[in-house]
Each structure stands twice: as structure tokens, then as C-alpha cells.
């Protein structure tokens, strides 16, 4: 049936060109006119209820009259030269403002571990300006790496041929950093703080050609051979630069303006759990044009809402509802999926059974890839395999669907458009996209991200590819609307908590000079296995027809994310609170990290932290049994 009501896929190309046909960032009137347009399609579509809400932010942006700078100095403190930046819009949200003079150091990605290696062969990057090239982990992470190095400055570059510059905000974190954990309605009292996400030194992003000038500057020992980048030779990792330029000087003077968000809905009420809802949305912001970034996803939510309509108004009863959602304000770290999340954090465990991201959905049309929570990969895996009639057209697009592995899978990562539901909000998510096998696609989060660059791409098919991904992703929602129990994996997290813990004993040593033992997170790891398996046993032996049993389970199913939120930090300390997916000290992998610290340098680490980590993790972990378990006369084990 949805297969009847999918259309052929030039509704989704028509959609993919209007979005893109120019820039269309939150606050412009190019996105205002988007949303209200989305709103008009959602109602002709005769979804129950269609709406909007809005959320008042102080969004940054560049400042034409006062335009960010680099310049050259000499040895006697002189201009040389002033590099204009090449586009005077060209910004990375949320960068501190100011100017510094420094010498220059090359750092490759930014990743923890190319900076662990400037320490080991002396090029310190502290009190110097740090360039990096984008990719491998988002700008948030390279700048706050950089910060933690020691560095007063970042400047990002694109690695690839053509010269342009990509676009990213540098808060390690989501929602309105000016607000964190709360929602920014206009009714609302903020309390006098800011999200600890923010960086307090300058970011600015360059171009391939600006940064190839830089790169020739550098002196000081070569940079390793895999440093070395696909559009500029080996360099130097400095912070000597040569003559006659001996530091450089950056300025970054961005402006906050304030600005109403719009987030848009539509919604079908399920017959049977109306309470409970699947929600699917996308970003419908860009800096760009945004062919990939926001296109792409706005298409095929319009197009998901409008086919599983017309199949409700021809005999489909779906049995929870159903959310379609273009959120707004996604290029500053998702800000408007965020702040609908803390305006309803209190309830939306109780509400929200799953969210699928339709964000760059298309990057190509070699490989089939998916983001998710681990509750979600059997349902995607069972999915996959449903799709095995595909149409002539689409052939070989099915087959990189088909040979799916499990390589394939990857966990949620912080620029996810579906992270935060599952870090933040407790709620099991997912992310999928049809990606290329060698090559990223390089114009995302850049100006030339438009339709006629994405088609050319995936071989004037990006109708069709758009529309397999598409199928995947209505196939997937429809499935959890309507199937009796939730197809939510509930023992998914055993094998993950399992790796945890192999990687945890290998650090016995490191737990005996504290003190400690695994014993009771080990006991607790135990619990919680035992809690999956009786309720899936319970499923098994139980009366499915019954609607209260069903939806009793139900509940307990759609909950099991959220129970690993922790619920020991503060929401505005730490607000991706998941203690696997979540960052910050709560988090299983900040406890391996700080063992590793503990043995390489005991002295880095405070004597306690070690001990209070293990016992809110357990505690976290233990608690999640317990509420698997059902009713507490249902909990036979002690702990």
C-alpha cells in the first residue's frame, strides 16, 4: 500500500530544486517564506492536526561593517599583509570574539589523538593559532580539542581541490547554548548562565586556497605522511613561520541577533496508543543552498506525510501517531529539534517511541549507512530485507541497500540531526543516508551544495535515490506505528554493555592501586540482562491480543532508552546525560579514558573521580534494571 501511494519521484526532485534554489538560513526571510510553505502542503495533505510553534533565540552572525580578518606580521609587530576572508559571511557560529597574535601550528583534524602527537614531537600548539583541516569529527570537537591544547585560535579548511570554504558552528553541544536545558519560549525566566559547550577562543573558517597560502608559511618539523592532504603538499607543523612573516594575527568580531524560530508539524492520531507517537523530521534551514543538507530531507518528509495520509484516508489505521516535523535553525547544532525537546523533556519519554532523521539523506548512491540507537538496528536490518521487489528504475540503487553489513552501522554522533533525542531526550533514534564508497561529497555545508552539484553526483538519479531512501525510511516508521509491540530490540544494549566491560577489565591493575573492583558493575550488568530476557520471555507467554497487556508493554519497551540517562548530573552541567551515547564524566567512555590518564599520568587525575564514576554508572545501570523489571514485587534479585 505505500508503495502505491509513493509517487514516482518527481514530486521529491520538484521540492529538492525549490528548496536549493537559494541560501536559506534560520532567521531569513528565504526560511519564513520555507515554513509557512510547508505548513500550506501539510494542510492539503489532511493530516489531523497540523501547526507550528516558535522559540525565541540570540543567534550569531557575521558583521559586514566590522568583517573577520588574518593578517600577516613581521618581526617588528607590522602588517605584512591582510588576507580578506573569502566570503564576508563566512563564520563559524559561536566563536568567542576577539583578536590574538601568534605563531601558526598544523594539526591535521583536530582529533584528540593529532594533538596527543604535536606533544610528542614538541610542536605545542599552546598560545599559537591552530589550523585544521574539516572532516573526521564535527568543528565543535576540533575547536574545543584545540582550547583544551592550549591554542588561542582555530582556522578550518576544507581539504579538497576546488576552493571554497564550509560552514559550522564551534558549540560542543545542542539547543540555544544561551539557554541550556531550557526551552527558549518567549514566557520564559532564563537563569543567569550559559552552556559550558561554548569555547573562549576565536574560530574562523577559511578556504582550500587561503589555507594552502598559510600551509607554505609553515617551518618546524614535517607533519607525518598521513598528514599529508589530498590538495596541499606536506607541511611543516610550525609554529615558525617564514620570512618575512613571523606571526599572524586573526580577528573575529561576529554579532547576535535576535531571531524567532519556526518549527513546523503536522500529525496522524494512531487508533489504538494515540498517547504514544513516532516522530520523523528534518532541517529545513542553510547556509547554502543546501541541496544535501536540507533539501533532500525537507522533500521527503513533505512526501512521507503526504503517501501514509492518503494511505490513513484509504483503510490504514496506523496505531500510534504519527509526527512529521521541519525543524528550524539546525546549522547552529540543531537548535530547534533541541529546544522542542526541553520544552517537553519532563514528558516526552512517556510520549515518544522512536525518531527518525531525514537529514542528508542523500551524499551519494554507493553504500547504505544508518546512525541509530541500538535498539534500532534489527528494526532497520528486518527492513532492509523488506525491500527485495525494487522498481526497474532504482535496481542498482537496491543493491547497495541489499548487501548491507553490519560495518555499515555507526553510533550516533554529536552533528547528528537525531543525537540529541537519544543523548538528550532518552528517546531511541535513527539517522540513514546513501553515502559514496571512496569519496565524501564535498559540498556539504558549503555554497556549492546545490541540486545540479548533488545530481551530478549520484548520476542524474537523485530523484530516484531520494525516493529509495525515502521507502527505507517510510517502510521503518510505518512499521513502528504499527506493529502490536514496539520493534525496539530491548536486549540490544547486552552486547554493548558487555564490550564496555571486557574494556574496563583490562584495567584491573589501574582499579586495584585505587581500590576499586568491577564486581558490583559487573553484578549490575548482570541485572540488567536478566530484566531483558524476562521481559522478553513475558512477551513471548502473554495474551497479545489483550489490549491492556500490549500496551502495558509497550510502555515498558518505549521507556528503555531513557533509563540510561543518568540521573546523577544536572541537565545544564551535562545534558547529553546518556551514559553510552552521552558525554561528559557520567559516561562510560569518559571512565576508560580517565583509567587510561590514571596509568600514563596518575598525577592528571583527581583521586576520587575514578570512584565516583563507577558508582553513578552502576547506579545508573542498576536503576535501569530495576524499572525493566516491571513492579517492584516483580524484582526477585537483591543487589
Same mark, same amino acid.
Given at each position: 500500500?505505500?508503495?502505491?501511494?509513493?509517487?514516482?519521484?518527481?514530486?521529491?526532485?520538484?521540492?529538492?530544486?525549490?528548496?536549493?534554489?537559494?541560501?536559506?538560513?534560520?532567521?531569513?526571510?528565504?526560511?519564513?517564506?520555507?515554513?509557512?510553505?510547508?505548513?500550506?502542503?501539510?494542510?492539503?495533505?489532511?493530516?489531523?492536526?497540523?501547526?507550528?510553534?516558535?522559540?525565541?533565540?540570540?543567534?550569531?552572525?557575521?558583521?559586514?561593517?566590522?568583517?573577520?580578518?588574518?593578517?600577516?606580521?613581521?618581526?617588528?609587530?607590522?602588517?605584512?599583509?591582510?588576507?580578506?576572508?573569502?566570503?564576508?559571511?563566512?563564520?563559524?557560529?559561536?566563536?568567542?570574539?576577539?583578536?590574538?597574535?601568534?605563531?601558526?601550528?598544523?594539526?591535521?583534524?583536530?582529533?584528540?589523538?593529532?594533538?596527543?602527537?604535536?606533544d610528542n614531537v614538541l610542536a605545542d600548539p599552546r598560545g599559537h593559532i591552530v589550523l585544521v583541516r574539516a572532516g573526521s569529527i564535527s568543528f565543535a570537537e576540533k575547536v574545543s580539542n584545540a582550547e583544551q591544547?592550549?591554542?588561542?585560535?582555530?582556522?578550518?579548511?576544507?581539504?579538497?581541490?576546488?576552493?571554497?570554504?564550509?560552514?559550522?558552528?564551534?558549540?560542543?553541544?545542542?539547543?540555544?547554548?544561551?539557554?541550556?536545558?531550557?526551552?527558549?519560549?518567549?514566557?520564559?525566566?532564563?537563569?543567569?548562565?550559559?552552556?559550558?559547550?561554548?569555547?573562549?577562543?576565536?574560530?574562523?573558517?577559511?578556504?582550500?586556497?587561503?589555507?594552502?597560502?598559510?600551509?607554505?608559511?609553515?617551518?618546524?618539523?614535517?607533519?607525518?605522511?598521513?598528514?599529508?592532504?589530498?590538495?596541499?603538499?606536506?607541511?611543516?607543523?610550525?609554529?615558525?613561520?617564514?620570512?618575512?612573516?613571523?606571526?599572524?594575527?586573526?580577528?573575529?568580531?561576529?554579532?547576535?541577533?535576535?531571531?524567532?524560530?519556526?518549527?513546523?508539524?503536522?500529525?496522524?492520531?494512531?487508533?489504538?496508543?494515540?498517547?504514544?507517537?513516532?516522530?520523523?523530521?528534518?532541517?529545513?534551514?542553510?547556509?547554502?543552498?543546501?541541496?544535501?543538507?536540507?533539501?533532500?530531507?525537507?522533500?521527503?518528509?513533505?512526501?512521507?506525510?503526504?503517501?501514509?495520509?492518503?494511505?490513513?484516508?484509504?483503510?490504514?489505521?496506523?496505531?500510534?501517531?504519527?509526527?512529521?516535523?521541519?525543524?528550524?535553525?539546525?546549522?547552529?547544532?540543531?537548535?530547534?529539534?533541541?529546544?522542542?525537546?526541553?520544552?517537553?523533556?519532563?514528558?516526552?519519554?512517556?510520549?515518544?517511541?522512536?525518531?527518525?532523521?531525514?537529514?542528508?539523506?542523500?551524499?551519494?548512491?554507493?553504500?547504505?549507512?544508518?546512525?541509530?540507537?541500538?535498539?534500532?538496528?534489527?528494526?532497520?536490518?528486518?527492513?532492509?530485507?523488506?525491500?527485495?521487489?525494487?522498481?526497474?528504475?532504482?535496481? $542498482?540503487?537496491? %543493491?547497495? *541497500?541489499?548487501?548491507?553489513?553490519?560495518?555499515?552501522?555507526?553510533? =550516533? +554522533?554529536?552533528?547528528? @540531526?537525531? #543525537?540529541?533525542?537519544?543523548?538528550?531526550?532518552?528517546?531511541?533514534?535513527?539517522?540513514?543516508?546513501?553515502?559514496?564508497?571512496?569519496?565524501?561529497?564535498?559540498?556539504?555545508?558549503?555554497?556549492?551544495?546545490?541540486?545540479?552539484?548533488?545530481?551530478?553526483?549520484?548520476?542524474?538519479?537523485?530523484?530516484?535515490?531520494?525516493?529509495?531512501?525515502?521507502e527505507v525510511a517510510g517502510l521503518i516508521v510505518i512499521k513502528l506505528s504499527h506493529d502490536y509491540i514496539l520493534p525496539l530490540d530491548i536486549s540490544a544494549y547486552n552486547d554493548v554493555l558487555l564490550k564496555y566491560?571486557?574494556?574496563? $577489565?583490562?584495567? %584491573?591493575? *589501574?582499579?586495584?592501586?585505587?581500590?576499586?573492583?568491577?564486581?558490583? =558493575? +559487573?553484578?549490575?550488568? @548482570?541485572? #540488567?540482562?536478566?530484566?531483558?530476557?524476562?521481559?522478553?520471555?513475558?512477551?513471548?507467554?502473554?495474551?497479545?491480543?489483550?489490549?491492556?497487556?500490549?500496551?502495558?508493554?509497550?510502555?515498558?519497551?518505549?521507556?528503555?532508552?531513557?533509563?540510561?540517562?543518568?540521573?546523577?548530573?544536572?541537565?545544564?552541567?551535562?545534558?547529553?546525560?546518556?551514559?553510552?551515547?552521552?558525554?561528559?564524566?557520567?559516561?562510560?567512555?569518559?571512565?576508560?579514558?580517565?583509567?587510561?590518564?590514571?596509568?600514563?599520568?596518575?598525577?592528571?587525575?583527581?583521586?576520587?573521580?575514578?570512584?565516583?564514576?563507577?558508582?553513578?554508572?552502576?547506579?545508573?545501570?542498576?536503576?535501569?534494571?530495576?524499572?525493566?523489571?516491571?513492579?517492584?514485587?516483580?524484582?526477585?534479585?537483591?543487589?
Open positions: 500500500m505505500f508503495s502505491k501511494y509513493l509517487k514516482d519521484g518527481e514530486k521529491i526532485d520538484a521540492t529538492i530544486r525549490t528548496v536549493s534554489r537559494k541560501s536559506h538560513p534560520a532567521g531569513s526571510d528565504e526560511n519564513q517564506e520555507l515554513a509557512q510553505q510547508i505548513l500550506e502542503d501539510f494542510k492539503t495533505y489532511n493530516l489531523d492536526h497540523t501547526w507550528r510553534d516558535s522559540h525565541f533565540v540570540d543567534l550569531p552572525y557575521s558583521d559586514i561593517n566590522q568583517p573577520n580578518f588574518l593578517q600577516f606580521i613581521d618581526s617588528t609587530n607590522r602588517t605584512v599583509k591582510t588576507i580578506e576572508i573569502d566570503d564576508p559571511e563566512l563564520y563559524c557560529p559561536y566563536s568567542a570574539n576577539g583578536n590574538v597574535t601568534a605563531g601558526m601550528v598544523y594539526a591535521n583534524y583536530g582529533r584528540k589523538e593529532d594533538f596527543k602527537h604535536l591544547a592550549g591554542a588561542v585560535g582555530v582556522l578550518i579548511f576544507p581539504d579538497i581541490s576546488e576552493n571554497t570554504a564550509v560552514f559550522g558552528h564551534v558549540h560542543l553541544g545542542g539547543g540555544d547554548p544561551n539557554t541550556p536545558g531550557f526551552p527558549s519560549f518567549n514566557h520564559t525566566q532564563f537563569p543567569p548562565f550559559k552552556s559550558s559547550g561554548l569555547p573562549s577562543i576565536i574560530a574562523q573558517s577559511i578556504s582550500t586556497e587561503t589555507a594552502r597560502k598559510l600551509l607554505r608559511l609553515l617551518k618546524g618539523d614535517p607533519a607525518p605522511p598521513s598528514w599529508k592532504g589530498d590538495s596541499f603538499p606536506l607541511p611543516g607543523l610550525g609554529p615558525e613561520l617564514k620570512e618575512p612573516v613571523e606571526k599572524l594575527r586573526m580577528g573575529v568580531q561576529n554579532i547576535r541577533r535576535s531571531i524567532e524560530l519556526f518549527n513546523v508539524f503536522g500529525s496522524l492520531t494512531g487508533r489504538v496508543e494515540p498517547e504514544h507517537y513516532i516522530v520523523v523530521g528534518a532541517q529545513r534551514d542553510s547556509w547554502g543552498p543546501g541541496a544535501a543538507k536540507s533539501g533532500v530531507g525537507t522533500a521527503i518528509l513533505l512526501e512521507l506525510a503526504r503517501a501514509i495520509a492518503m494511505m490513513v484516508s484509504n483503510g490504514f489505521q496506523p496505531r500510534r501517531s504519527i509526527l512529521f516535523v521541519s525543524w528550524d535553525a539546525g546549522d547552529f547544532g540543531n537548535i530547534g529539534a533541541t529546544e522542542w525537546l526541553e520544552g517537553y523533556l519532563s514528558m516526552l519519554h512517556l510520549k515518544a517511541a522512536a525518531y527518525v532523521s531525514l537529514d542528508k539523506a542523500v551524499l551519494g548512491d554507493d553504500d547504505f549507512v544508518t546512525k541509530s540507537s541500538p535498539l534500532l538496528k534489527e528494526l532497520i536490518e528486518q527492513v532492509i530485507k523488506q525491500v527485495d521487489n525494487p522498481r526497474k528504475s532504482m535496481q $542498482s540503487i537496491y %543493491q547497495s *541497500v541489499a548487501k548491507q553489513e553490519s560495518n555499515s552501522f555507526k553510533p =550516533l +554522533s554529536l552533528d547528528s @540531526g537525531a #543525537y540529541a533525542f537519544t543523548a538528550f531526550g532518552g528517546v531511541p533514534a535513527l539517522e540513514l543516508s546513501f553515502e559514496e564508497t571512496t569519496t565524501k561529497y564535498q559540498y556539504l555545508n558549503t555554497k556549492k551544495d546545490t541540486y545540479q552539484a548533488l545530481n551530478e553526483l549520484v548520476g542524474n538519479r537523485l530523484s530516484s535515490v531520494a525516493l529509495s531512501a525515502a566491560l571486557m574494556d574496563l $577489565s583490562r584495567q %584491573q591493575d *589501574v582499579f586495584r592501586t585505587q581500590g576499586l573492583t568491577l564486581q558490583w =558493575l +559487573s553484578s549490575a550488568r @548482570g541485572d #540488567y540482562v536478566r530484566a531483558t530476557q524476562s521481559l522478553k520471555k513475558a512477551i513471548a507467554q502473554s495474551d497479545l491480543h489483550n489490549q491492556k497487556v500490549l500496551q502495558a508493554f509497550n510502555v515498558r519497551i518505549m521507556r528503555m532508552e531513557y533509563y540510561f540517562l543518568s540521573e546523577y548530573v544536572s541537565v545544564i552541567d551535562f545534558p547529553y546525560r546518556h551514559i553510552i551515547i552521552g558525554q561528559g564524566e557520567h559516561t562510560l567512555s569518559a571512565l576508560i579514558e580517565n583509567l587510561k590518564i590514571l596509568k600514563e599520568k596518575p598525577n592528571d587525575i583527581k583521586n576520587d573521580l575514578i570512584r565516583k564514576q563507577l558508582a553513578l554508572i552502576t547506579w545508573t545501570l542498576k536503576g535501569a534494571a530495576n524499572a525493566i523489571s516491571g513492579e517492584v514485587w516483580d524484582i526477585q534479585e537483591k543487589f
